[in-house]
């Protein structure tokens, strides 16, 4: 099956682009819950956090890298950074995606 976040990836379909560089792409989440929703993504496929951390770490770093830039940037009060892995993790895309949510206080637990 076709992967939608290889596909965005491609161009193939649009995405509002935050920021990229070689290996890592951020883009606007289509449904953010949050003032700031940023999805960064490896640019090359890997399904989940785990196995982006075995085949690339360089890039699971720099997805954290861009992170914290961007929410420097944007002088972010906090923020979180969440990969959800699996089905009862909550992930929906299997394309290892790191989430981005800041510009509002976040509660803790999650759901
Ligand atoms: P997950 O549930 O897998 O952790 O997160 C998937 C995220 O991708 C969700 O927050 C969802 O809103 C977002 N998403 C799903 N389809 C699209 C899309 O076509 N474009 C963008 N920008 N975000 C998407
Ligand atoms: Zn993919």
Not at 14 to 21: K, L, M, N
Not at 70 to 87: M, P, Q, S
Request: glycine share 8%; net charge negative.
């Amino acid at each position: 099956m076709k992967c939608l976040f290889c596909a965005i990836v491609n161009g193939e379909i649009p995405a509002d682009i935050v920021r990229q560089s070689d290996n890592v792409l951020a883009f606007n989440d289509i449904n953010p819950v949050a003032p700031t929703h940023i999805l960064i993504i490896p640019k090359i496929h890997s399904e989940n956090a785990a196995e982006l951390t075995l085949a690339n770490p360089e890039v699971l770093i720099e997805c954290f890298e861009m992170a914290a830039s961007i929410a420097k940037e944007r002088e972010l009060n906090g923020y979180r950074t969440v990969f959800n892995t699996g089905a009862d993790g909550g992930q929906s895309v299997f394309h290892a995606h790191l989430h981005l949510l800041g510009g509002r206080a976040l509660s803790w637990p999650p759901g």
